[in-house]
């Protein structure tokens, strides 16, 4: 089997360039041959190597994006292997995929092929989490360098500047077969079971064919931040809508900042559906 070693050169505190060589052993000793290509966002990975088999992503949810994305573009679905080096790594971390980078390529090279679910937003697959709203952008506001600096604390502070700037999302919603308008401060369709490592979606599946859909109404900031910390803490306030679905329609009036996978996302109206079994994950 021969297919591509996929880096995010920003990725693991920067650190990851160092071990490429290292991974590849560990694929080599288990007869996949990879080839090694740093990602240059902005130009398709796979130009070149349409024939790869299995293509093998070190980075986090960002990096995972643009190759699902990227490959997809050219018709291409060759094997997937996840090695976790981003600040976050939800998707990995769903997947059960080792933190370790080289644990992580061990089990790729001597693992079994299954098949998972992806999400699409207006045509642009996402991964792990398509958001809006109070702290669901703030991966596209931290730098890199300081997420290598303080890692996920970078998210809070960045994020705690958000509940500041908490304001009203008005939406409309269209969800199993039912239509209801609420003004939101907060909304999340997760494949994965979280999102900056929070735990919002506990049950959910990469595999059920099903997103996890969060919908947060707008209340007071103090008030908001209760409901969220006690929604984190297994608590079901009533602020929270919870739902499953493989298809949303959300309309807004606003002009609000999207996010898929720590990306700028599209603008509104947005179709979301349920990809089912769209990606082969080798873990």
């Known amino acids: 089997m021969k297919g591509l070693l996929l880096y995010n050169i920003n990725a693991g505190k920067g650190h990851i360039a160092r071990r490429v060589e290292g991974l590849i052993a560990i694929f080599h000793e288990a007869g996949i041959e990879l080839r090694s290509k740093l990602i240059n966002f902005g130009v398709n ?26 490959m997809r573009a050219l018709g291409l679905n060759p094997v997937l292997g996840i090695i976790p080096a981003g600040t976050a790594n939800d998707f990995a971390n769903s997947l059960g995929m080792p933190r ?9 090279a001597n693992g079994h092929d ?44 960045v994020g705690s500047r958000d509940l500041r700037t908490m304001h009203r ?30 735990p919002l979606a506990p049950n959910a599946m990469v595999d059920d064919g099903l997103l996890d ?48 996978d720590g990306q700028r996302g599209p603008d509104f109206p947005m179709l979301v559906e349920c990809e089912h079994n769209a990606l082969i994950v080798r873990r």
């Open 213 to 260: 859909v969060l919908i947060m109404e707008y209340g007071k900031p103090v008030r908001t931040f209760w409901n969220m910390m006690r929604y984190l803490l297994g608590s079901k306030p009533s602020a929270v809508r919870y739902m499953r679905s493989n298809r949303i329609e959300i309309i807004s009036d606003r002009n609000e900042r999207t996010d898929v």
């Open 100 to 108: 370790n980078i080289f644990k992580a390529a061990r089990q790729i």
């Open 169 to 198: 999302i008005p939406l409309i919603i269209r969800v199993n077969g039912e239509e209801f308008s609420t003004d939101a401060v907060m909304f999340l369709a997760l494949n994965g079971k979280s999102a900056g490592h929070f």
């Open 45 to 70: 990975p796979f130009e070149g190597d349409e024939d790869a088999e299995i293509a093998v992503i070190c980075g986090g949810d960002g990096t995972i994006n643009y190759v699902v994305n990227s």
């Open 114 to 157: 299954t098949k998972v679910d992806c999400g699409v937003v207006n045509g642009y697959r996402f991964v792990n989490v398509l958001s809006f709203g109070v702290l669901t952008t703030t991966s596209q506001r931290t730098s890199d360098k300081e997420k290598h600096i303080v890692g996920k604390l970078a998210y809070l502070r």
